[in-house]
């Protein structure tokens, strides 16, 4: 039976991935700072740590492990990265667990190891055009991320890399492009647009407004956790280092994405753009080099993982200590 460990196990993506694990057949030790707060995990061992902490980091990476899954980090929605009254904390935390994970990783000889990096590492200024971004894995440099969260990410790439070329650990590097999905935060600040679109449009009454961040017109893409998984899977079994993008190509203004809740939801709503926080102009996942080396990307429409995640998020509206089905 192959082991695993999963940093940040308590976390969306993270608790997605031990279920993954565990249908494979894994036994999988997860950490966090907290359990996931919207279903109970299914690792054999979860561990309550902090892992800015090296005694913590050496207490739960304590073997051998044939996999290693680093997803931990200070993190959240346009609402905490881009206010810029989180970079301290930000950067700081995410940068010593990866300091304190790779370093003992080496230590205990860790066969395998991923690094979720993140599409906020590309140069904003590639990013000004919503219609036309660049954010293909070679665009990188000259580097320019949009946030602190993004020069954090470009960082602890560079570390993990670092760590392979001088201590040959063998890792691999995704940059994640927004995923989404049920059991995920969609309330207090740290949400993301497709769970707070979601959240506010199961809220708001037939014939109300809701606000969204900005003029509406920025764009993105928004790949669904179970798509995401599948790619993360697919990259550790293969001979591919990275980094690669794990996104997808369908590319929606943030005005598009309300509207497709508002049409999943069935509601006469309407929209009102405000100021807030909203990041580079437009982003989208270049899936070129993914196709390259795994023969695969992801490929789902957008509007089919909506619907899953609005049907969860709208059941916790209504009674928020119901845990949906829904997966």
Same mark, same amino acid.
């Given at each position: *039976?192959?082991?695993?460990?999963? %940093?940040?196990? =308590?976390?969306?993506?993270?608790?997605?991935?031990?279920?993954?694990?565990?249908?494979?057949?894994?036994?999988?030790? =997860?950490?966090?700072?907290?359990?996931? !707060?919207?279903?109970?995990?299914?690792?054999? +061992?979860?561990?309550?740590?902090?892992?800015?902490?090296?005694?913590?980091?050496? *207490?739960?990476?304590?073997?051998?492990?044939?996999?290693?899954?680093?997803?931990?980090?200070? #993190?959240?929605?346009?609402?905490?990265?881009?206010?810029?009254?989180?970079?301290?904390?930000?950067?700081?935390?995410?940068?010593?667990?990866?300091?304190?994970?790779?370093?003992?990783?080496?230590?205990?000889?860790?066969?395998?190891?991923?690094?979720?990096?993140?599409?906020? #590492?590309?140069?904003?200024?590639?990013?000004?055009?919503?219609?036309?971004?660049? %954010?293909?894995? !070679?665009?990188?440099?000259?580097?320019?991320? +949009?946030?602190?969260?993004?020069?954090?990410?470009?960082?602890?790439?560079?570390?993990?890399?670092?760590?392979?070329?001088?201590?040959?650990?063998?890792?691999?590097?995704?940059?994640?492009?927004?995923?989404?999905?049920?059991?995920?935060?969609?309330?207090?600040?740290?949400?993301?647009?497709?769970?707070? #679109?979601?959240?506010?449009?199961?809220?708001?009454?037939?014939?109300?407004?809701?606000? $969204?961040?900005?003029?509406?017109?920025?764009?993105?893409?928004?790949?669904?956790? +179970?798509? %995401?998984?599948?790619? $993360?899977?697919?990259?550790?079994?293969?001979?591919? #280092?990275?980094?690669?993008?794990?996104?997808?190509?369908? *590319?929606?203004?943030?005005?598009?994405?309300?509207?497709?809740?508002?049409?999943?939801?069935?509601? +006469? $709503?309407?929209?009102?753009?405000?100021?807030?926080?909203?990041? $580079?102009?437009?982003?989208?996942?270049?899936?070129?080099?993914?196709?390259?080396?795994?023969?695969?990307?992801?490929?789902?429409?957008?509007?089919?993982?909506?619907?899953?995640?609005?049907?969860?998020?709208?059941?916790?509206?209504?009674?928020?200590?119901?845990?949906?089905?829904?997966?």
């Amino acid at each position: *039976m192959k082991k695993a460990l999963v %940093c940040g196990a =308590g976390g969306f993506i993270g608790g997605h991935l031990v279920e993954r694990l565990k249908s494979e057949g894994y036994w999988v030790r =997860g950490v966090d700072l907290k359990e996931n !707060e919207y279903r109970k995990t299914s690792a054999d +061992d979860f561990v309550i740590g902090d892992l800015t902490n090296p005694v913590v980091v050496a *207490m739960v990476l304590d073997q051998s492990f044939d996999e290693v899954y680093q997803l931990a980090a200070d #993190m959240g929605g346009a609402g905490y990265i881009f206010t810029g009254d989180n970079d301290a904390n930000v950067m700081h935390n995410s940068a010593t667990i990866n300091l304190n994970v790779a370093n003992q990783a080496v230590k205990v000889g860790v066969k395998k190891l991923f690094y979720s990096s993140s599409a906020c #590492m590309y140069p904003a200024y590639n990013q000004e055009d919503p219609n036309n971004p660049k %954010c293909s894995e !070679e665009s990188a440099y000259p580097a320019a991320p +949009d946030s602190e969260y993004g020069w954090e990410k470009l960082f602890s790439e560079r570390l993990y890399l670092a760590y392979n070329r001088n201590y040959g650990l063998n890792v691999r590097v995704a940059r994640f492009h927004n995923i989404f999905g049920p059991y995920g935060t969609y309330t207090g600040g740290k949400e993301k647009a497709p769970a707070a #679109m979601c959240r506010k449009i199961a809220e708001v009454e037939q014939g109300g407004t809701i606000e $969204v961040w900005g003029d509406g017109k920025q764009t993105r893409s928004f790949l669904y956790i +179970d798509e %995401c998984l599948e790619a $993360v899977r697919r990259l550790m079994e293969s001979d591919f #280092m990275g980094p690669v993008n794990i996104g997808s190509e369908e *590319m929606v203004s943030i005005n598009q994405l309300a509207q497709m809740v508002i049409g999943i939801a069935g509601k +006469d $709503v309407s929209i009102k753009n405000i100021d807030g926080p909203t990041g $580079v102009r437009g982003r989208n996942s270049d899936n070129k080099l993914i196709r390259e080396k795994l023969n695969w990307a992801p490929s789902e429409p957008l509007i089919e993982g909506l619907t899953r995640t609005y049907s969860w998020i709208s059941q916790k509206v209504k009674k928020p200590e119901a845990v949906s089905a829904v997966s």
